[in-house]
């Protein structure tokens, strides 16, 4: 992945990245057959296209991205003006995110650790805690998964495939570091600093727990509520990686995934104690959830 930090396993995702020549990328619509569009509502900054020769994904002023029939290869153009840093971002998260949701998999804004061989996933839109709680579990012991961009395969039971291994952080979860000090910290290609924790060894980890954060400055305790089956489904539909798919068979593999999860999985939201400064025992009990 293109001025990412990568795993020493195989790459689940299994694509390959060309860089093209610059070009001018502009903010007009691809040409083809619509498969992506945000909406307004979402800041319209991305759209896809199908066309003859597979899939165009243009991050508006930004990079032109052209993936494969078969998904297996990308070739990226970046615009004359683009910030490399952010399209290095964009390749690793919407791309690849757009590639599993065409192959069929769930993907979530999520991210997950792995404790005793089994999965704990904290799903929400950006700024509800996602990265500071994964921080917190691999300080209690946990290894890390995948962050921001999860994909869950529902083949054989939902398992949570090995991604992102490199955490940003926001200004909160900095004081959760020194509760990681072997941990390698390090600057992401957007100029964000970033933690490498302890990673799972395995490729795909079952998932045992699904927590919706809910971080609260007056809460004293963590505590946490389970949701009924179609609260569940719902409530993980509006928790996509990529908004705006538009390929019907891709949105219903979406919806069935989610129905998989909200059916085999225990779903919590989560009133968490916010910091800083973060509870000595936050992490403890997190992991805690997947024995409850």
Same mark, same amino acid.
């Given at each position: ?16 990245? &060309? ?57 990226? #153009? ?11 971002? $964009?390749?690793?998260?919407?791309? $690849? ?8 998999? $769930?993907? &979530? ?92 060894? #395995? ?42 798919? $538009?390929?019907?068979?891709?949105? #219903?593999? #979406? ?38």
């Amino acid at each position: 992945m293109p001025g990412l930090p990568a795993r020493t396993t195989e790459d689940p995702a299994e694509v390959d990245f &060309l860089a093209g020549p610059r070009t001018a990328v502009g903010d007009r619509f691809p040409e083809g057959e619509p498969v992506v569009d945000p909406g307004e509502g979402h800041r319209r900054f991305y759209a896809g296209a199908r066309r003859e020769d597979g899939y165009l994904l243009r991050f508006f002023n930004h990079c032109d991205v052209h993936v494969s029939p078969d998904l297996s290869r990308v070739e990226y #153009q970046r615009d004359h003006n683009a910030d490399d840093g952010l399209v290095d971002v $964009l390749l690793a998260g919407t791309t $690849l995110a757009f590639i599993a949701s065409v192959r069929g998999a $769930l993907v &979530l804004h999520a991210s997950a650790v792995e404790a005793g061989g089994r999965a704990l996933a904290f799903v929400g839109h950006s700024g509800m805690g996602k990265s500071t709680l994964a921080i917190a579990s691999c300080a209690a012991g946990a290894r890390h998964i995948a962050e921001d961009v999860l994909v869950v395969e529902n083949d054989d039971g939902p398992r949570c495939l090995a991604g992102n291994v490199a955490i940003r952080l926001r200004k909160g979860s900095v004081s959760l570091l020194d509760r990681l000090p072997n941990a390698d910290r390090i600057t992401m290609p957007d100029g964000r600093d970033a933690v490498v924790p302890p990673l799972t060894s #395995q490729d795909s980890v079952p998932l045992d727990t699904l927590v919706i954060p809910r971080p609260s400055r007056n809460a004293e305790e963590l505590t946490a509520e389970l949701m009924p089956t179609a609260g569940a489904m719902f409530r993980l539909i509006n928790f996509p990686r990529v908004n705006g798919l $538009l390929e019907p068979h891709v949105v #219903q593999r #979406q919806f069935d995934g989610a129905g998989v999860i909200a059916r085999s999985v225990r779903v919590l939201v989560a009133t968490v104690p916010w910091g800083p400064p973060f509870r000595d025992d936050l992490g403890e009990r997190l992991l805690d959830l997947m024995a409850a």
